[in-house]
Nanobody, 126 residues
Framework: VQLQASGGGLVQAGDSLRLSCAAS????????MGWFRQAPGKVREFVSA????????YYADSVKGRFTISGDNAKNTVYLQMDSLKPEDTAVYYC????????????????????WGQGTQVTVSS
């Protein structure tokens, strides 16, 4: 499975961005897709995820109410609509795909994802 993320850029605080991630290859076994981010000098952190079987969505507390994840399983594409962006949202955003059916708590863990995209930079100026 190959993941191609796009949509990053430089925006001002309060602006919006929409990230996209398209999966290709042997995608039939994908059970969830997610977004993670890594800011300079910080560890990678969970942002959001969607579980295909239930269409359930999951968010980090820091983005809840501002970010919305959506996706099209048939098109193997996931989106992250980011509104009311803050300078602390500045990071490289990575999309990821998981193929193993795991429990809910595993959705938030990077180790639960098997494939990763190359990342797209999001910079929010104050």
């Amino acid at each position: 499975v190959q993941l191609q993320a796009s949509g990053g850029g430089l925006v001002q605080a309060g602006d919006s961005l929409r990230l996209s991630c398209a999966a290709s290859g042997r995608t039939s076994g994908t059970v969830r897709m997610g977004w993670f981010r890594q800011a300079p000098g910080k560890v990678r952190e969970f942002v959001s995820a969607i579980k295909w079987s239930t269409s359930g969505t999951y968010y980090a507390d820091s983005v809840k109410g501002r970010f919305t994840i959506s996706g099209d399983n048939a098109k193997n594409t996931v989106y992250l609509q980011m509104d009311s962006l803050k300078p602390e949202d500045t990071a490289v955003y990575y999309c990821a795909a998981g193929t193993r059916p795991l429990g809910i708590t595993s959705i938030y863990a990077g180790r639960s994802y098997d494939y990763w995209g190359q990342g797209t930079q999001v910079t929010v100026s104050s």
